[in-house]
């Protein structure tokens, strides 16, 4: 099989001013008769990007905003210490934010208490909103 390639930009942070985008090359080769990514890898990936774009688009503004603040200021940090952050709900009556924590976040107590009081901090101040309340759970 001879080697194939494919390349497509990947939205990483949503909308707005700081839109970021990568991107990606898959190749697909066979070594020892195994196929390294599979085929058809180029589609499911457009297809989740595409799936994830709808439902951005879904989501109340003030869920778009934090989704966009989570990921341009809170997840390169977390990311840098091997854990990730997911936007998970905003429910707009309680004004409570829920996120998960992966990786090498995930667990620790320490870790959890700082992010979640971080990233409440950050929200209060960046949404201009006192009452915000940010829920972390470990993933």
Do not use: R, W
Request: proline fraction near 2%; include cysteine.
């Amino acid at each position: 099989m001879p080697n194939e390639s494919a390349e497509f930009t990947v939205n990483l942070d949503g909308k707005g001013a700081n839109k970021v985008t990568k991107t990606i090359t898959l190749t697909t080769n066979t070594k020892k008769g195994k196929e390294i990514v599979m085929a058809g890898a180029t589609g499911t990936l457009k297809h989740a990007e595409a799936q994830k774009e709808a439902h951005f688009e879904s989501l109340d503004d003030t869920s778009k905003e934090i989704i966009n603040i989570l990921e341009e200021y809170v997840k390169p940090a977390v990311a840098s210490d091997g854990g990730n952050i997911q936007f998970i709900s905003y429910d707009a009556t309680s004004k409570k934010v829920s996120v998960m924590l992966q990786g090498a976040c995930s667990g620790c107590p320490s870790s959890t208490y700082t992010l979640k009081s971080g990233i409440e901090n950050m929200l209060k101040d960046m949404l201009n909103d006192n009452e915000i309340v940010v829920e972390a759970l470990n993933g």
